[in-house]
């Protein structure tokens, strides 16, 4: 155990942030880790909106490869 309360799960997006993109045919996925704080003791709603800051904070970085977003610091 390292004693950090954070869960890691990948979410896959479109990497497509220019929404002219969208009707481009060819396939364009990524993977993001997103990576939520929590504690034994959160709440739900606080999980909630773990949840939903961390996966606006990692959305703009949809373009890069996974295999440097998954690595962290």
């Known amino acids: ?21 969208n009707f481009v045919p060819g396939m364009t996925a990524n993977m993001l880790p997103v990576y939520v704080p929590a504690h034994p003791l959160t709440t739900f709603d606080t999980l909630v909106g773990s949840v939903s800051t961390a996966l606006r904070q990692c959305l703009p970085h949809q373009r890069g490869r996974f295999e440097r977003s998954s690595q962290r610091a």
């Open 1 to 21: 155990m390292t004693g950090i309360f954070a869960f890691p799960f990948g979410m896959p997006v479109g990497a497509r942030v220019d929404r002219s993109l």
